[in-house]
């Protein structure tokens, strides 16, 4: 509430100065308290009077801050820090075991799959080989089988046929006597029959 000077000077009783120091009070419009016992009106921070100390505290704040940092928290930083750091190298050191060990388990498996390719192929092929010699084999066997049931069945014909011709000679040259003797009544020699069978035959 502001108060004016008419109004102040109308409520003070007669005969009594108004002294605004004396009585304590603040003014009214700028709300600080006159110049007297309770120092000039500046803002305490901003008073020149309070600077020494204010250094003062400003250094001892500082340095007790700087050695907390510089003992306490750095260091626990820098050791953070550290074993971070030693925690990836470990965990690089890691991935790189496993990834050589991938590495040479894939090698491995692809070396043995061409082995096992080359190897199947082998087998396979060996076993064409020897499928083929058999075949050559058996077929050489039986036409050689065939060829000697030809052999001795065209020697069996062969005899066959000379016996039947054999007899068919006994048989015509019977055959010529018994007609001789029936149609002329007389003899005939065999030399003779035989000659004659033999010129028909070769007719």
């Given at each position: ?27 009214t ?6 110049e ?5 009106g ?70 043995e ?6 190897k199947?192929h ?30 001795a ?43 004659a069978?033999?010129?028909?035959a070769?007719?």
């Amino acid at each position: 509430m502001f108060v004016t000077a008419a109004y102040a000077q109308s409520t003070t009783p007669e005969g009594e100065a108004h002294d605004p120091a004396a009585a304590g009070e603040v003014h009214t419009e700028t709300g600080v308290a006159p110049e007297g016992e309770h120092g000039t009106g500046v803002f305490p921070p901003f008073d020149s009077t309070h600077f020494a100390s204010q250094l003062l505290w400003l250094a001892i704040t500082f340095g007790l801050f700087y050695l907390l940092m510089s003992k306490v928290i750095i260091p626990r930083i820098g050791s953070i820090l550290e074993t971070r750091h030693d925690r990836i190298a470990q965990d690089l050191d890691e991935a790189s075991r496993l990834k050589g060990e991938a590495d040479a388990a894939i090698a491995s498996y692809e070396q043995e799959l061409a082995s096992a390719k080359a190897k199947g192929h082998s087998i396979a092929d060996t076993a064409r080989d020897a499928a083929k010699a058999k075949a050559t084999a058996d077929r050489t066997a039986v036409e050689a089988d065939l060829a000697n049931k030809i052999t001795a069945a065209e020697t069996r014909i062969a005899d066959i046929k000379s016996k039947a011709l054999a007899d068919v000679g006994a048989i015509a040259e019977e055959t010529a006597t018994a007609v001789v003797k029936q149609l002329i009544g007389g003899t005939v020699t065999k030399a003779e029959i035989t000659a004659a069978v033999k010129a028909s035959a070769g007719n």
